[in-house]
C-alpha cells in the first residue's frame, strides 16, 4: 500500500485519488488501528476512495457535515443498491463477503420514497410496543443463565461466551422464535457479520425467517414478528423476512461491539475506576465514549447518488456506493473537543435522517442493563491481557474485538429456585473460553430455552 505523505498527496477532487491509491477497509492493518487509516484518508478531503473488499470499490465520507448532507439528503443519495453500477455490470465479485450486507432486500434500509416510509412505519411501529420492562426482565434472564455457564469457571471470554450471545439471544425473544428456528437465526446472522461463509449463512437466516413467518402467520403471538405482520402495510412474506433481517442486524452486532467495547473501558480506563456494584453512572459514560469515539457500525449507510454530483470538492459518478463513515465522522478533528458532554446524541453511531437506526434506544437498553448484570454478578471481574495484547475483527463495517478474556473469583451459578440437577446437564453444552463453532453457536437458544422452563 503507498503511504499518504504530504508530498505524495493530491489536492481534494484530483483524479489521481481515484487511480490506484484506494485504502483497504478489509485487511489487518486496518482493524488494528482504523483511525490511523481516516486520517491518511482525511488528506484527500471529506470524501476518500476506498476498497471495501477485494473488486468492492467505493467511496468514504470521513467528514461530520458532509456525512450529515448525504445522510438527510435522500433525493441526491438513494439508498436504493440496485443501482449499484459496477455490480449491475458484473465487476462485483458475487462471492464477496459484503455482498449480504450491500446486495437489495425489499426493506426499509434499502427503499427510498414513499416505499420507504411504508415499510419505515411498519417497523417503529412494531418495536414501540415493545414492553421495556418485560426486554428488562429478559436481559436480566439471558444474562444470568450466560454467566452460569462460565461463573465458576473464574475465567471467560466475554466476547464470544456473552457479548456475542446475548442481544441475539434478547432478540429471538422479542421475535417469538421458538427453539430450532431461534438457533439457525444466532447461527445465520453470526456468520453474515463475521464474514465466515457468508453465502451459506445468509441462506440459513432467510430460510429460518421463511419458517418463523409461516408460523406467525398461523399462530400469532405478542411479538414483534406478529406486530410487523398486522400491521396496516400490509407487509408479504417476502417484505416480512427482509424487514426481519434488518431488525436482527440492527439490533445485534451493534449491541455486541458496545458491550465489548464498553465493558473494555470500563476495566481499564481509569477515567471509570471505582465500585462495579454502582456502576449505573459509569456504565452509561462508558457507552456514550464508545457511541462518540469508537462506533460500533464504523462505516456503512451505504448511498448511491442519483445522478453525477459534487460532494465535498470530489466529483461522483451516479451510482457508485458512497460510504458512511460513522467512525471518522464522529472524529472529526473539526469538531469541539467538548462535544461528547454538550451532547450525548449529537453523534452520528446511529445514522441519522429518514434511515436513522429505528432499534437504537432497545439496542441501548440491551447493553446497559447486560453490561450492568455482568458487573453486579462479578464484581472483581478485570481483563485477563494487557490492551495492547487485544485484536480486532477484520472487515469494513464494525469495530469489534475478536476476543475480551476476562478473570475474576469463582462463583457459584446463579440457578433459578426449581433448576434442580436440570443445570449440570447444559453445562456440557458451554461454550470455551475462546469461542465456539458455528454447531455450538446453533444450540444456545433451545439450550437457554431449556434452562429457563426447568
Known amino acids: 500500500m503507498q503511504s499518504h505523505s504530504e508530498f505524495q ?36 478531503g471529506p470524501v476518500a476512495p476506498v476498497e471495501l473488499a477485494p473488486g468492492v470499490e467505493a467511496d468514504l465520507v470521513t467528514d461530520y457535515a458532509t456525512a450529515l448532507q448525504v445522510l438527510q439528503n435522500p433525493d441526491t443519495f438513494a439508498r436504493d443498491s440496485r443501482r449499484w453500477k459496477a455490480l449491475n455490470e458484473g465487476r462485483v465479485p458475487l462471492d464477496s463477503p459484503v455482498l449480504p450486507m450491500m446486495m437489495h ?36 434472564r439471558v444474562g444470568a443463565y450466560l454467566i452460569s455457564q462460565f461463573s465458576s469457571r473464574g475465567r ?15 432478540f429471538n425473544d422479542l421475535f417469538g422464535c421458538p427453539a430450532e428456528i431461534g438457533d439457525r437465526l444466532v447461527f445465520g446472522i453470526s456468520g453474515i457479520f463475521d464474514g465466515i461463509d457468508a453465502e451459506k449463512a445468509n441462506e440459513v437466516l432467510t430460510e429460518a425467517l421463511m419458517e418463523l413467518v409461516a ?26 423476512v427482509h424487514q426481519l433481517v434488518t431488525l436482527i442486524a440492527a439490533g445485534t452486532e451493534p449491541t455486541q461491539n ?3 467495547s464498553a465493558l473494555l473501558l470500563l476495566l481499564t480506563d481509569e477515567k471509570y475506576a471505582g465500585d462495579h456494584n454502582s456502576a449505573g453512572l459509569l456504565v452509561d459514560d462508558a457507552i456514550n465514549d464508545v457511541l462518540w469515539n ?8 451505504v448511498h448511491y447518488p442519483v ?58 437498553l440491551v447493553s446497559n442493563l447486560a453490561i450492568e448484570k455482568l458487573l453486579n454478578t462479578l464484581p472483581d471481574i478485570e481483563l485477563a491481557l494487557p490492551t495492547d495484547s487485544l485484536s480486532w475483527r477484520p472487515g469494513p463495517f464494525h469495530r469489534a474485538l475478536e476476543v475480551l478474556p476476562a478473570r475474576f473469583t469463582p462463583v457459584r451459578p446463579e440457578r433459578r429456585p426449581s433448576e434442580g440437577s436440570a443445570m449440570a446437564g447444559q453445562t456440557a453444552t458451554s461454550a470455551p473460553v475462546t469461542g465456539q463453532s458455528g454447531t455450538q453457536k446453533g444450540r444456545w437458544w433451545s439450550s437457554f430455552l431449556s434452562w429457563w422452563k426447568v
Open 156 to 170: 471467560t471470554d466475554l466476547v464470544a461466551d456473552y457479548a456475542q450471545l446475548l442481544p441475539l439471544l434478547v
Open 294 to 301: 469508537s462506533a460500533p457500525i464504523a462505516n456503512y449507510g
Open 215 to 240: 408460523l406467525k402467520r398461523r399462530s400469532p403471538g405478542d411479538d414483534v414478528t406478529s406486530w410487523l405482520m398486522q400491521h396496516p402495510s400490509g407487509l408479504s412474506d417476502e417484505e416480512m
Open 307 to 364: 445522478c453525477d454530483v459534487e460532494l465535498g470538492g470530489t466529483r461522483l459518478s451516479a451510482g457508485d456506493p458512497v460510504v458512511i463513515s460513522f467512525a471518522a465522522a464522529n472524529t472529526d478533528p473539526s469538531l469541539s473537543t467538548g462535544r461528547q458532554m454538550l451532547s450525548k446524541r449529537a453523534h452520528l453511531a446511529w445514522g441519522a435522517g429518514p434511515h436513522a437506526c429505528p432499534a437504537k434506544d432497545p439496542a441501548t
Open 9 to 44: 498527496t493530491p489536492p481534494p477532487g484530483c483524479p489521481a485519488h481515484a487511480d490506484g491509491m484506494r485504502e483497504s477497509l478489509h485487511g489487518p492493518e486496518f482493524a488494528a488501528a482504523p483511525q490511523a487509516v481516516y486520517e491518511r484518508l482525511r488528506q484527500h
Open 105 to 140: 432486500r425489499p426493506n426499509a434500509l434499502f427503499s427510498d420514497g414513499a416505499e420507504h416510509m411504508r415499510l419505515r412505519q411498519s417497523v417503529t411501529a412494531s418495536l414501540a410496543k415493545v414492553d421495556t420492562h418485560r426486554l428488562s426482565r429478559h436481559v436480566n
Open 258 to 260: 458496545i458491550i465489548t
